[in-house]
């Protein structure tokens, strides 16, 4: 037992002075997780880490426990970081994970995706539906997400599809299909509480953005517009496009509002919201695809959206409901 009271395990840790560190928060099996640490450990050795793992939360079948890795500085903290995710992935998955080599703040800013990360389906995809056009649609969108296609060129091949569509479709859509993820609502709420400017940013529209930003509660929101011409889409866009280069401008642009060692936290699921996961102080991939789950800081597999709320360290006493 450490002196917190937690389990902690390995050879002592050397002189932080002369290594870097990495701080990795895992929520996972809490049996699985004592265990495993044990059996991964002499893998670290052997890898050039020197760790230690504490009990920070006690969840039933569940736990939290925080992990401090010191090396040497030979290889980049981006290129350790790789190594230990993929450490912990292969050890201890499934699990709910954020590493940093700084600690863990309260974000000044959260900027998120909305569809499949704050809300639970495919905006377009439904929309589709209401054309008969949802296989052909979906298609596309899973391999846009994956990485395989040209954003914009996926996106406006699929806006095309839905020319003649009745611009009511939307708001049928909206009522009948577009649900919140779980705990998306208690996620901003709490932050917002803690002081945080939350920023709702979509390669979807603004159709679907502005009510989901509004029931979420959102300060902000960015997003591409449809055209609509005697109340049927046109099968265009209005506007410039966002994709995943807004997405990262628009995060820097509202740091630099915030000034000098504000932090902040993006969440994502594609690879559209690759660049701005990596410019993030905490970049977490919510159920996400390969690619941006790679990219990112931490990732939820197991837990609801909530569980940023443990990982930053937020106890569930100071937790607002949506």
Known sequence: MSASGGFASGAPLVNAGEFSVLIARLIADKQKLQTQFTVAYPKLVELGFAASMILEADYRERAMFELT?????????QANEHILKGMLDEHFAPL????????????????????????????????????????????????????????????RERVGLLRGLSEGAIRECLDSRISPMAGAKTLVATLKAKGCRTVLVT???HHFADPVAE???FDHVVGNRLEINDGSLTGGLVGPITDSAVKKATLLAEMAELGDGATSLATGDGANDIPMLEAA?????????PKARAAADGWIDRGDLTTILQLLGIPQSEWVSG
Not at 69 to 77: A, G, R
Not at 103 to 130: K, N
Not at 281 to 289: I, L
């Open 215 to 217: 029931m979420l509660g």
């Open 69 to 77: 890795f010191h090396f040497d500085e030979e290889l980049s903290n």
């Open 96 to 155: 709910d994970i954020l590493v940093s080599d700084s600690g863990f703040d309260i974000p000044r800013l959260f900027i998120s995706d909305m569809d499949s990360t704050m809300i639970g389906q495919e905006c377009i995809d439904e929309l589709a539906d209401f054309a008969g056009l949802k296989p052909q649609i979906a298609a596309i969108t899973e391999r846009a997400m994956q990485g395989e296609l040209d954003f914009e060129a996926a996106l």
């Open 203 to 205: 390669g979807g529209f």
């Open 281 to 289: 102080t905490y970049g977490m991939a919510y159920y996400a695809k």
